[in-house]
Protein backbone atom coordinates (compact mmCIF):
# COMPACT_ATOMS: atom_id res chain seq x y z
CA UNK A 1 0.00 0.00 0.00
CA UNK A 2 0.84 3.07 -0.11
CA UNK A 3 0.87 4.36 3.31
CA UNK A 4 0.99 3.31 6.70
CA UNK A 5 -1.92 0.71 7.44
CA UNK A 6 -3.15 0.15 10.77
CA UNK A 7 -5.73 -2.32 11.69
CA UNK A 8 -7.92 -3.49 13.58
CA UNK A 9 -9.48 0.33 13.36
CA UNK A 10 -11.83 0.10 15.90
CA UNK A 11 -11.72 -2.06 19.08
CA UNK A 12 -13.91 -2.73 21.88
CA UNK A 13 -12.63 -4.58 25.03
CA UNK A 14 -13.81 -6.00 28.08
CA UNK A 15 -11.47 -5.08 31.01
CA UNK A 16 -9.44 -7.83 31.59
CA UNK A 17 -8.98 -9.21 28.10
CA UNK A 18 -5.99 -8.73 25.73
CA UNK A 19 -5.62 -7.07 22.75
CA UNK A 20 -3.46 -6.84 20.04
CA UNK A 21 -3.15 -4.10 17.15
CA UNK A 22 -1.23 -4.49 14.30
CA UNK A 23 1.00 -1.82 11.84
CA UNK A 24 2.44 -2.13 8.39
CA UNK A 25 4.47 0.36 7.63
CA UNK A 26 5.40 2.39 4.55
CA UNK A 27 7.60 -0.36 2.93
CA UNK A 28 11.14 0.70 3.26
CA UNK A 29 11.17 2.24 5.91
CA UNK A 30 14.32 1.77 9.02
CA UNK A 31 11.96 3.90 11.88
CA UNK A 32 8.70 2.75 13.23
CA UNK A 33 7.22 4.54 16.76
CA UNK A 34 3.75 4.04 18.31
CA UNK A 35 2.44 6.51 19.68
CA UNK A 36 -1.00 7.01 22.20
CA UNK A 37 -3.25 9.64 22.15
CA UNK A 38 -6.11 9.86 24.99
CA UNK A 39 -9.26 12.33 23.76
CA UNK A 40 -7.95 15.75 23.71
CA UNK A 41 -4.32 15.03 24.05
CA UNK A 42 -1.38 15.09 21.86
CA UNK A 43 -0.05 11.81 20.78
CA UNK A 44 2.64 10.76 23.30
CA UNK A 45 4.96 8.56 22.56
CA UNK A 46 5.59 4.82 23.59
CA UNK A 47 8.04 3.11 21.45
CA UNK A 48 10.38 3.18 18.92
CA UNK A 49 11.81 0.42 16.62
CA UNK A 50 14.80 1.05 14.03
CA UNK A 51 14.84 -2.02 12.11
CA UNK A 52 14.10 -4.96 14.49
CA UNK A 53 15.94 -3.26 17.27
CA UNK A 54 13.53 -1.94 20.16
CA UNK A 55 15.60 1.10 20.87
CA UNK A 56 13.09 2.99 22.88
CA UNK A 57 10.39 1.95 25.33
CA UNK A 58 10.45 4.59 27.83
CA UNK A 59 6.91 5.43 26.86
CA UNK A 60 5.08 2.36 27.64
CA UNK A 61 2.73 2.91 30.59
CA UNK A 62 3.28 -0.22 32.40
CA UNK A 63 4.47 -4.20 31.86
CA UNK A 64 1.24 -5.09 30.59
CA UNK A 65 2.64 -2.81 26.71
CA UNK A 66 4.37 -4.97 24.64
CA UNK A 67 5.58 -4.13 21.03
CA UNK A 68 7.28 -6.28 18.75
CA UNK A 69 8.80 -5.66 15.14
CA UNK A 70 10.74 -9.21 14.38
CA UNK A 71 11.32 -8.97 10.87
CA UNK A 72 11.55 -5.05 10.81
CA UNK A 73 8.10 -4.54 8.71
CA UNK A 74 5.59 -5.01 10.71
CA UNK A 75 4.80 -4.28 14.41
CA UNK A 76 2.39 -6.01 16.77
CA UNK A 77 1.80 -3.18 19.69
CA UNK A 78 0.03 -5.95 22.53
CA UNK A 79 -1.79 -4.92 25.67
CA UNK A 80 -2.42 -7.78 28.88
CA UNK A 81 -5.10 -7.02 30.70
CA UNK A 82 -6.51 -4.05 29.24
CA UNK A 83 -7.80 -0.97 31.60
CA UNK A 84 -10.11 1.59 30.72
CA UNK A 85 -7.63 3.79 30.95
CA UNK A 86 -5.88 2.19 28.25
CA UNK A 87 -8.71 3.36 26.10
CA UNK A 88 -7.26 5.95 23.50
CA UNK A 89 -6.26 5.94 20.00
CA UNK A 90 -2.85 4.59 19.61
CA UNK A 91 -1.06 5.56 16.35
CA UNK A 92 1.51 4.16 14.58
CA UNK A 93 4.04 6.33 12.24
CA UNK A 94 6.80 5.27 10.11
CA UNK A 95 10.18 7.18 8.51
CA UNK A 96 12.83 6.83 5.94
CA UNK A 97 15.35 8.08 8.35
CA UNK A 98 16.67 7.43 11.50
CA UNK A 99 15.26 8.60 14.83
CA UNK A 100 12.68 11.78 14.69
CA UNK A 101 14.92 13.50 12.10
CA UNK A 102 12.82 12.80 9.03
CA UNK A 103 9.07 13.42 8.32
CA UNK A 104 6.95 11.20 10.23
CA UNK A 105 4.03 9.20 8.20
CA UNK A 106 1.12 8.01 10.25
CA UNK A 107 -1.39 5.74 10.05
CA UNK A 108 -4.78 6.49 11.02
CA UNK A 109 -4.76 5.05 14.09
CA UNK A 110 -6.50 1.98 15.59
CA UNK A 111 -9.54 2.69 18.41
CA UNK A 112 -9.24 1.25 21.52
CA UNK A 113 -11.80 1.19 23.70
CA UNK A 114 -11.78 -0.75 27.12
CA UNK A 115 -15.49 -1.35 29.13
CA UNK B 1 12.54 18.42 30.15
CA UNK B 2 10.88 19.15 26.34
CA UNK B 3 7.63 20.06 26.34
CA UNK B 4 5.24 21.62 24.45
CA UNK B 5 2.71 24.32 25.08
CA UNK B 6 -0.37 25.45 22.54
CA UNK B 7 -2.29 27.77 25.20
CA UNK B 8 -5.37 27.78 23.03
CA UNK B 9 -7.70 24.63 21.81
CA UNK B 10 -9.91 26.40 19.61
CA UNK B 11 -8.98 29.17 17.19
CA UNK B 12 -12.11 30.65 15.36
CA UNK B 13 -11.82 32.66 12.90
CA UNK B 14 -13.34 34.02 9.53
CA UNK B 15 -12.52 33.31 5.78
CA UNK B 16 -9.56 35.25 4.37
CA UNK B 17 -8.56 37.18 8.45
CA UNK B 18 -5.17 36.44 9.32
CA UNK B 19 -4.54 33.17 11.74
CA UNK B 20 -1.74 32.95 14.21
CA UNK B 21 -1.31 29.62 15.74
CA UNK B 22 0.74 29.86 18.83
CA UNK B 23 3.40 27.65 20.23
CA UNK B 24 5.42 27.56 23.29
CA UNK B 25 8.37 24.95 24.19
CA UNK B 26 10.57 24.18 26.71
CA UNK B 27 14.10 22.98 25.60
CA UNK B 28 17.83 23.21 26.12
CA UNK B 29 19.58 23.63 23.22
CA UNK B 30 18.82 24.28 19.52
CA UNK B 31 15.37 22.82 19.07
CA UNK B 32 14.04 21.59 15.87
CA UNK B 33 10.55 21.87 15.78
CA UNK B 34 7.52 20.84 13.31
CA UNK B 35 3.96 21.40 13.45
CA UNK B 36 1.76 18.96 11.81
CA UNK B 37 -1.89 19.01 10.43
CA UNK B 38 -4.24 16.60 11.14
CA UNK B 39 -7.64 17.51 8.38
CA UNK B 40 -11.23 15.94 9.56
CA UNK B 41 -11.34 12.30 8.76
CA UNK B 42 -7.56 12.11 7.41
CA UNK B 43 -4.23 11.07 9.21
CA UNK B 44 -1.41 13.39 10.79
CA UNK B 45 0.77 14.71 8.78
CA UNK B 46 3.89 16.78 8.35
CA UNK B 47 2.87 20.50 7.23
CA UNK B 48 6.16 21.88 8.25
CA UNK B 49 9.93 22.42 9.63
CA UNK B 50 11.85 24.93 11.11
CA UNK B 51 14.99 24.34 9.49
CA UNK B 52 13.29 23.96 5.84
CA UNK B 53 12.11 27.64 6.37
CA UNK B 54 9.64 26.25 3.92
CA UNK B 55 5.33 28.18 3.32
CA UNK B 56 3.50 25.22 2.95
CA UNK B 57 -0.37 25.95 1.66
CA UNK B 58 0.56 29.54 3.06
CA UNK B 59 1.73 29.14 6.58
CA UNK B 60 5.04 29.71 7.83
CA UNK B 61 6.86 29.38 11.54
CA UNK B 62 9.75 31.39 12.78
CA UNK B 63 11.47 30.62 15.44
CA UNK B 64 11.78 32.94 18.11
CA UNK B 65 14.55 31.39 20.61
CA UNK B 66 14.35 34.59 22.63
CA UNK B 67 10.43 34.08 23.71
CA UNK B 68 10.98 30.15 22.79
CA UNK B 69 8.05 30.22 20.11
CA UNK B 70 7.06 28.80 17.46
CA UNK B 71 3.77 30.49 15.91
CA UNK B 72 2.02 29.22 13.26
CA UNK B 73 0.87 32.05 10.70
CA UNK B 74 -0.83 32.66 7.41
CA UNK B 75 -2.19 35.69 6.43
CA UNK B 76 -5.51 35.03 5.03
CA UNK B 77 -7.28 31.65 6.09
CA UNK B 78 -9.23 29.67 3.72
CA UNK B 79 -12.14 27.26 4.70
CA UNK B 80 -9.64 24.32 3.79
CA UNK B 81 -7.10 25.52 6.69
CA UNK B 82 -9.68 24.01 9.32
CA UNK B 83 -8.31 21.07 11.14
CA UNK B 84 -6.28 20.16 14.04
CA UNK B 85 -2.84 21.98 14.62
CA UNK B 86 0.28 20.21 16.61
CA UNK B 87 3.49 21.54 17.16
CA UNK B 88 6.22 18.89 18.14
CA UNK B 89 9.97 19.26 18.78
CA UNK B 90 12.34 16.33 19.62
CA UNK B 91 12.06 14.47 22.94
CA UNK B 92 15.41 12.68 22.23
CA UNK B 93 16.73 10.79 19.55
CA UNK B 94 14.00 8.78 18.97
CA UNK B 95 10.78 10.61 19.74
CA UNK B 96 8.78 13.52 19.28
CA UNK B 97 6.96 15.60 22.14
CA UNK B 98 3.39 16.69 20.96
CA UNK B 99 1.60 19.90 22.08
CA UNK B 100 -1.87 18.92 23.28
CA UNK B 101 -3.07 20.62 19.56
CA UNK B 102 -5.12 23.54 18.54
CA UNK B 103 -8.36 23.07 16.47
CA UNK B 104 -8.55 25.84 13.44
CA UNK B 105 -12.05 26.14 12.68
CA UNK B 106 -12.19 29.08 9.92
CA UNK B 107 -16.07 30.11 9.06
CA UNK B 108 -17.06 31.19 5.62
Known amino acids: GAGVSQSPRYKVAKRGQDVALRCDPI?????LFWYQQALGQGPEFLTY????????KSGLPSDRFFAERPEGSVSTLKIQRTQQEDSAVYLC?????????????FGEGSRLTVL | AQRVTQPEKLLSVFKGAPVELKCNYSYSGSPELFWYVQYSRQRLQLLLRHISRESIKGFTADLNKGETSFHLKKPFAQEEDSAMYYC??????????FGTGTRLLVSP
Open chain 1, 93 to 105: ASSSERGHTGELF
Open chain 1, 49 to 56: FQNEAQLD
Open chain 2, 88 to 97: ALPGGFQKLV
Open chain 1, 27 to 31: SGHVS
